[in-house]
């Protein structure tokens, strides 16, 4: 088992170049050839469907990842 972070920024000029920000960190590990990941993560930025682009959302979200 490791620990990880992870962070996303961008910058939309359709959005007026406000910074949409992602950052996510956790314990990874690898079991049988798959990886697994248990993290957290907090998000400010759009919303993932595109019509509402000129929207904002944030969002703390707990989870679990596996890789195949």
Avoid: H
Wanted: aromatic share 14%.
């Amino acid at each position: 088992m490791a620990w990880y972070g992870a962070i996303d920024l961008s910058l939309l000029e359709e959005r007026y170049w406000r910074l949409d920000t992602c950052l996510q960190g956790g314990l990874v590990t690898r079991n049988k050839g798959r990886t697994y990941r248990m993290y957290a993560q907090w998000y400010d930025g759009r919303p993932t469907l595109g019509q509402f682009m000129g929207y904002s959302e944030a969002a703390v979200s707990l989870g679990l990842k596996m890789d195949l």
